[in-house]
C-alpha cells in the first residue's frame, strides 16, 4: 500500500525558548540557544602573513554587516546583520595579538617543492600542527584555531586525495583535512580551515579544484563560518526542542572506514547526546563483510561492546539512560548485529529501541507536475518502508535551492517501537543539526553525516591511540 504525507517543517529552539524553522533568522530574531553575558570566541591564526591579514581583514567586514545576494530571494540569501547590535550569536568574535603564528614563507617554498604528494600533505599538516602546538603553549589559548591556507600551498596539498605514488605508499591515501584534524586532537581545541576566497570576492578557484569547493556568495560565507566557529567553541547556536511527553532519545550514527592500509575496515560511530546536539565519538571494532551484497556489519559481540560504552558515556553525562534509542546506519543490519545492540540497550533498561537502514540510493523516487522537484518533507509510506525527501523544494526560502533532481532517502526499518512516519520526523529534524551551514536543507541526518565524518579522520589516528570524544574536532 502507497500512501503519501507532507511532513511539516521542524522547528528549532533558540534563544529565550523562541522557536522557528530557519537557523539564520531564528538567530537573527532570538539570539543563541543560551547567550552568555560578557561572553567571547576567542580565535586563534595560523597561516602566512597575508592569509592572516586577509583573515582578520574579512572578521573586520562581518561585523560591518555584509549585503544579502537577492532581493528576490530573501529568506535564502538573506544579509548578515554584523557583529554589533543586531548580532545574531550576542557575543563578539576576536583574534588575540598574541594567537597569530606566521608560517615562513622559505617553509612554504620548501614545501612546494617535494615531489610525493603524500609527503607534501604530511609535511604541510605538521607545519599547521607544530604552530598550533605553538600558540597553545603560550599564555594565550583560543577557543577554535583557523587554519588560514595561501592558495599556492592549497593548490599543491588540496586535492580530491593526495595519493601515495612510491613503494612505500603504494596502499595509502591521504587528504590533508583529514589528517590535519587528526594531528591536532591531542591539542583539545577544534581546528577550522579557510581559503582566500572567503576574504577576497576577486579570487577565483583553480579549474582543478572546483570539484572540490563552491564559492558561496559574501553574506552565506558568514553566517556558515560564524556558525562553525561558535559551536566549535562549545556555545549551542540552536537544538530541537524536545516536549516534556515525548521521550528522552539518542541517536547513534554508525559509519565504517578503512585503516590507511586499507586492508582493514574498522566502525566509527557518531552519537549524539542530546537535542542540543552534543556529540560523543566512540570508535568501534573491526567490521566484517557480507559476501552476498558485500554490506559492512558488525559482529554480534562488537555490536554488544559498543552499545554498551555508548550508553555509559550517556549516563556519565546526564546521570540517567535514554528512554528511547535510535541506530541509524547506511547498510542493512545483521541478525547477530542488532541483537548485539538490543542485548546492550536491555541491560540499561532502554524502553524503545528503533533500527533503521538509511539508503541514498533508492530504485523509486517521485516527481511532482510544474517546474518545481517535490517539497522537502514529502513522506511516501511503502508498505513498512517509506522514501522521505529530505532535499527538495522549500516554501520558507520559495525555490528549490539545489542544483540537481534531489533524490529521497529511502528508510528501511529493521525493527520499529516507533511509528514509522515520526521516525521520519526526526530524521528530517536531523537534517537540520549541520552547524557548518545555516540553510537548513541537508540531505543527511547529523549523525550518518558526522559518522562519515569522524571515519575519515579516525583512519589517520592509530589502533589504540586515545581519541577525542566530541564532535567539534572532526567536523
Wanted: some cysteine; glycine content about 8%; overall charge neutral.
Amino acid at each position: 500500500m502507497i500512501t503519501h504525507q507532507l511532513l511539516d517543517e521542524p522547528e528549532l529552539e533558540f534563544g529565550d525558548g523562541c522557536m522557528h524553522v530557519d537557523p539564520r533568522l531564528g538567530l537573527l530574531n532570538h539570539g543563541p540557544l543560551q547567550p552568555v553575558l560578557g561572553d567571547k570566541i576567542s580565535i586563534g591564526v595560523v597561516g602566512t602573513a597575508e592569509t592572516i591579514e586577509g583573515f582578520e581583514r574579512w572578521l573586520e567586514r562581518a561585523r560591518a554587516g555584509i549585503e544579502g545576494n537577492s532581493t528576490k530571494q530573501p529568506n535564502l540569501f538573506p544579509p548578515f546583520p554584523g557583529l554589533g547590535n543586531d548580532n545574531p550569536f550576542r557575543c563578539p568574535f576576536e583574534v588575540s595579538p598574541t594567537a597569530r603564528r606566521v608560517l615562513p614563507r622559505r617553509d612554504i617554498t620548501d614545501l612546494l617543492t617535494i615531489q610525493k604528494n603524500a609527503e607534501a600533505v604530511r609535511e604541510a599538516s605538521g607545519l599547521f600542527t607544530d604552530q598550533a602546538t605553538a600558540m597553545l603553549e603560550s599564555s594565550d589559548k583560543p577557543d577554535v584555531i583557523v587554519a588560514a591556507l595561501p592558495f599556492d600551498l592549497i593548490m599543491r596539498v588540496v586535492n580530491d586525495v593526495a595519493e601515495g605514488d612510491g613503494d612505500d605508499d603504494a596502499d595509502e591515501d591521504i587528504d590533508f583535512r583529514d589528517l590535519l584534524k587528526a594531528q591536532t586532537l591531542h591539542l583539545q581545541r577544534p581546528t577550522q580551515l579557510v581559503w582566500p576566497t572567503l576574504w577576497d570576492d576577486r579570487a577565483r578557484i583553480p579549474r582543478k579544484l572546483k570539484g572540490i569547493r563552491k564559492v558561496q556568495d559574501p553574506a552565506t560565507r558568514a553566517w556558515n563560518l560564524l556558525n562553525a566557529i561558535y559551536y566549535k567553541a562549545g556555545r549551542a547556536p540552536w537544538r530541537l526542542p524536545r516536549p516534556e511527553s515525548q521521550h528522552k532519545t539518542t541517536f547513534v550514527g554508525i559509519g565504517f572506514y578503512r585503516d590507511l592500509s586499507g586492508q582493514r575496515l574498522l566502525t566509527s560511530t557518531a552519537q549524539m547526546f542530546d537535542e542540543r546536539g552534543r556529540g560523543l565519538i566512540l570508535r568501534g571494532g573491526r567490521a566484517r563483510i557480507d559476501k552476498g551484497d558485500r554490506h559492512p556489519y558488525i559482529d554480534r559481540e562488537d555490536a554488544y561492546d559498543l552499545m554498551q560504552r555508548s550508553l555509559k558515556a550517556y549516563y556519565a553525562q546526564h546521570h540517567h539512560y535514554p528512554a528511547r534509542v535510535v541506530i541509524l546506519k547506511t547498510a542493512r543490519f545483521e541478525n547477530d548485529e542488532a541483537d548485539g545492540f538490543r542485548e546492550a540497550l536491555k541491560e540499561a533498561n532502554v524502553a524503545y529501541t528503533d533500527l533503521v537502514w538509511i539508503s541514498e540510493s533508492s530504485p523509486v523516487t517521485m516527481y511532482r507536475e510544474g517546474d518545481y522537484p517535490p517539497l522537502r518533507g514529502t513522506m511516501i509510506g511503502l508498505g513498512r518502508d517509506a522514501l522521505l525527501f529530505t532535499r527538495g523544494s522549500v516554501p520558507v526560502y520559495r525555490t528549490y535551492p539545489g542544483l540537481r533532481v534531489p533524490r529521497p532517502l529511502l528508510l528501511r526499518p529493521h525493527t520499529l517501537d516507533t511509528p514509522i512516519g515520526d521516525v521520519a520526523r526526526d530524521i528530517l529534524a536531523l537534517t537540520k543539526m549541520n552547524w557548518n551551514s545555516t540553510q537548513f536543507d541537508g540531505a543527511l541526518p547529523i549523525p550518518i553525516r558526522a559518522a562519515r565524518q569522524v571515519g575519515k579522520v579516525l583512519r589517520h589516528v592509530p589502533v589504540g591511540q586515545k581519541e577525542a570524544t566530541e564532535y567539534p574536532y572532526y567536523m
